[in-house]
Structures are given as C-alpha cells and as structure tokens.
C-alpha cells in the first residue's frame, strides 16, 4: 500500500501565513487510529493496562531486549531513568554527595535536560562535535571527573553516539577514577536506528524513546524505557507507578511500597495510538532514509553548505536533515520564499537564564550553533517537492 493511502487524509500540514509550506514535520497517524481510540474510550479502561503492555511487549521484540517500560512521555522516562541511577532520596543514605555533576549536550531539547536538576543534580556542559553534532567524546573524557555522577547522551536527529568509543572513555575513566559513570541514551529521535547493527537500546546502559506526537513513531504522547540488566527494569516497572505494585491487592490495603515512586505510566488510549502506528512504521523510516541519501548525493558541493558525517557504522533515522550553512537567516528566508520549511528546532541550552551558573566556553557548539539548520526529508514529500528542495538548495542564497 502506498504511504499516502495508508495515512488517510489526518496528517496535518504546518502553514505559514496561509501559505503552503512544505512541512519539516508532519504527523503520522495510521487511518484507523480513530474508530480504534475509540473503541478504547468506549470499554472504559483507560489507564495503563493490557494495551500498554502488549505495546510494550512488541516494542521490547523490535528492539531486542524485552527489558522495557512504556511510559507517559520521553521527558519522565529521563526523569525516571536519572532518579533510578543516581537520584538524591532523603531516606536513603548517598555513598558519593560530592558527586554531583551530570555531564549533557547542549544541543538538544530542553526535555533532555531538565530532568538534570529535577533530580537535585547540576547540569555539566559538553561541546559539541560539529562533525556529528552530539557531544564531543574527547570533551566528555576531560570533563569526567570525581564530581561526575552520570551523562547523557543524544541521538541527535536520530544519528546514533559512538558507543563504542563511548565505552572505551568509560573504560578509561574507571582506570583513572576507580568508577564508571552511568550513562543515559536520549533515542527521543532514533526509532529505528542502529549502532553497528543492533537497534539502541541494546549497547549496555539506559535508553529512553518518545513517542510524542511529531516523532517518527507517535502515540500522541508517550515514552519507552530500555534497561539494560534486571535489576533497574524491575524497579522501573513499579516506580513508574507510587512504587507500588499493581499485581497487589489493595482493597484491604494489605500493600507496601519498598521505594516510593512517580506516576508516569502509559496510558490505553496512547497505547493504541501507538500501536495502530508501529504498523507502518517501517515504511515511514525507509522514506526518511531514502530522501536523506538523494540530499547526501544530491546536495554535494553546494557553496556555503556543509554536511554532517555519515560513518558506515550505524544507520540513523533522519528525523530531520541537517545542513550548516553560511548566512543561516538568508538560507531561510530563500527557502520560506520558495515555500519550503526549515527549522533551527532547538535554542542551544546552555543560553536559558534558568541555568547561567552552569555556562562555560564551548567553541565546538559555537562553530555550529548560528549555521545549523533542518531541512524536510520525511516520508511525505513527494518526488517533485524533493527535487524542488534540492535545486532552490543549488541556486543559492
Ligand atoms: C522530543 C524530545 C524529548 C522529549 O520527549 P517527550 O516525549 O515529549 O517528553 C527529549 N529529548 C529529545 C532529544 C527530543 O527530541
């Protein structure tokens, strides 16, 4: 089935000022995904139960690790996920208060962040690499230190971290340090990707998908927890919920909770989403995957434009396509012009008021920050609007 029938008529198209753009981002909603919600609006249960977990089940399948939790969106799954590795409890004695320091990328969401000081840590820049722009390894291995008590790590656009010269860093830092700190892969973007050949998720530390309504694969809302042992999975699976377990009979309150918890569980009315839209999932990222390498072919040698690298380790999911360019305002508003939209997506964090004290030099984000952009390569342009894309590119700005 073509994608466009498979989608129906509910994909939205962003407009600007009335006029047709072609969108960076468009949501992908399976045609049936209606008259399914509401079949589970109708049977009354509408918190987290059977749907989610089958959800849950078949994303652990597609990933290969079924050691997974859904959860309401990618920003509590960080939360939770930080909190379970390394959060402050005042009922529980902290072996290492001097370890304080999260060590994160700027460039990114805010959602990646904020989970930082939401669990009582200090956010601890990394530069950014502007080959790939994820953080820079070499920045991460100097800045691990004693205070260090955990990193995340982005996906950017889905283009996987090296992991393994991750995990040597790692390596290196307990030799030099006695431990190893415990990392978090933000794959907000990456449905889908894979480092040398295995879907994120599987490369040893804790992973969190979203499912948020313009991602690659959307619930409207929602998130995907992967563990990498069973031990944090288990704990997961009831803090994600008071801590308490739902097995439990509760009507005589004959319970208790071992380790208090949060509520950020997924609920049925998402799961169902989610599931109508793992159907085509895999169509929507071969379109992404397509449109980006004719760009990488087509869009060489353009003055002014740079591309980011494309080792032939790992296959990323293109979320968006990103080019640094020179004159960024003027690349836009040609583009605009032409009707074609484009997207800075984030503010470099380290810019926000709310956290200043954290501020510190970092050349390799300042190299990119004003020549980043994000061009439209999803699943729904057609031939023609590629092409249109490609040669406004070409003629210049
Ligand atoms: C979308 C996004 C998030 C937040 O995801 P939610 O599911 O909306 O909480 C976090 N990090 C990155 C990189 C994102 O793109």
């Known amino acids: 089935m073509r994608l466009d029938t498979m989608l129906g008529n509910l994909t939205n198209n962003y407009r600007g000022g009335g006029v047709f753009m072609i969108p960076v981002f468009k949501v992908a909603m399976a045609p049936d995904a209606p008259e399914r919600v509401a079949e589970?609006?109708?049977?009354g249960r509408l918190e987290h139960g059977p749907r989610a977990e089958a959800l849950e089940a078949e994303l652990g399948r597609r990933i290969g690790n079924p050691r997974v939790a859904t959860v309401n969106c990618a920003t509590s799954g960080l939360h939770l996920a930080l909190h379970l590795l390394v959060g402050r409890d005042p009922y529980r004695p902290d072996p290492t208060p001097e370890r304080?320091?999260?060590?994160t990328t700027p460039l990114t969401?805010?959602?990646?962040?904020?989970?930082?000081p939401g669990n009582g840590l200090r956010i601890r820049w990394v530069d950014t690499d502007p080959h790939t722009l994820n953080l820079d390894l070499e920045d991460l291995e100097r800045k691990i230190?004693?205070?260090?008590?955990?990193?995340?790590?982005?996906?950017?656009?889905?283009?996987?971290?090296?992991?393994?010269e991750l995990d040597d860093v790692l390596d290196r830092a307990r030799r030099r340090l006695g431990f190893r700190p415990p990392v978090v892969e933000d794959c907000a973007q990456a449905w889908g990707a894979t480092y040398r050949g295995r879907p994120l998720g599987n490369h040893g530390n804790t992973a969190v998908y979203s499912f948020q309504t313009i991602k690659l694969l959307t619930a409207g809302g929602g998130g995907l927890m992967v563990f990498p042992e069973a031990e944090s999975h288990r704990r997961a699976l009831r803090t994600r919920w008071f801590g308490?377990?739902?097995?439990?009979?509760?009507?005589?309150?004959?319970?208790?909770?071992?380790?208090?918890?949060f509520r950020c569980p997924m609920d049925e009315i998402s799961a169902e989403i989610g599931s109508a839209n793992l159907e085509m999932i895999d169509d929507l990222l071969a379109g992404h995957r397509a449109n980006a390498y004719r760009y990488d072919k087509e869009l060489q040698d353009v003055p002014g434009l740079e591309h980011t690298e494309r080792p032939d380790d790992r296959a990323p999911t293109f979320w968006a396509y990103p080019v640094k360019v020179?004159?960024?305002?003027?690349?836009?508003?040609r583009l605009g012009e032409a009707g074609i939209g484009t997207t800075v997506l984030a503010r470099r964090n380290d810019d926000h008021p709310a956290v200043a004290a954290a501020r510190e030099s970092l050349?390799?984000?300042?190299s990119v920050a004003d020549r980043v952009c994000y061009l439209p390569v999803g699943w729904w342009l057609t031939e023609e609007q590629r092409e249109h894309i490609v040669d406004t590119v070409r003629s210049g700005w």
């Open 40 to 43: 589970v609006v109708r049977s």
């Open 100 to 103: 304080d320091e999260v060590l």
């Open 109 to 116: 969401f805010e959602g990646t962040n904020w989970p930082i």
């Open 145 to 164: 230190s004693p205070r260090t008590r955990a990193i995340v790590v982005v996906h950017w656009l889905g283009f996987p971290v090296d992991l393994a």
């Open 244 to 261: 308490i377990d739902r097995a439990d009979d509760r009507t005589r309150g004959e319970y208790s909770v071992p380790e208090w918890g």
């Open 326 to 333: 020179e004159d960024r305002p003027g690349f836009m508003r």
């Open 363 to 366: 050349p390799g984000l300042d």
